[in-house]
């Protein structure tokens, strides 16, 4: 099995940053064939959405509303996926969650990590 390990989340001001990262435990075997990344985040009373993804080719792609602001990356060497969130808003406040998937299409999803933004 694998289980992604989330931390970086936190309280921080508008306008300040955070760092997310997640990272894969569990078996090597099932880790080498992960090939996308992705964060997703879930707001209180609203639905789970893509935030930024990465293929094993670093293509990347971002929602429109943190464009410009988030950055994702990987470190494969160390299974690793960060999401690094600038000028952030009160309205990036949500539970973020790791999503990883593998070659056979198995998706792997983290227990989620609380960013709140106060104003």
């Known amino acids: 099995q694998v289980q992604l390990v989330e931390s970086g989340g936190g309280l921080v001001q508008a306008g300040g940053s955070l760092r997310l990262s997640c990272e894969a435990t569990g078996s090597i075997f099932r880790i080498n064939r992960i090939n996308a990344m992705a964060w997703y985040r879930q707001a209180p009373g609203k639905q789970r959405e893509l935030v930024a993804a990465i293929t094993s080719g670093y293509s990347t792609n971002y929602a429109d509303s943190v464009k410009g602001r988030f950055t994702i990356s990987r470190d494969n060497a160390k299974n690793t996926v960060y999401l690094q969130m600038n000028s952030l808003k009160p309205e990036d406040t949500a539970v973020y969650y790791c999503?990883?998937?593998?070659?056979?299409?198995?998706?792997?999803w983290g227990r989620g990590t609380q960013v709140t933004v106060s104003s």
């Open positions: 999503n990883m998937k593998d070659s056979l299409d198995h998706d792997y």
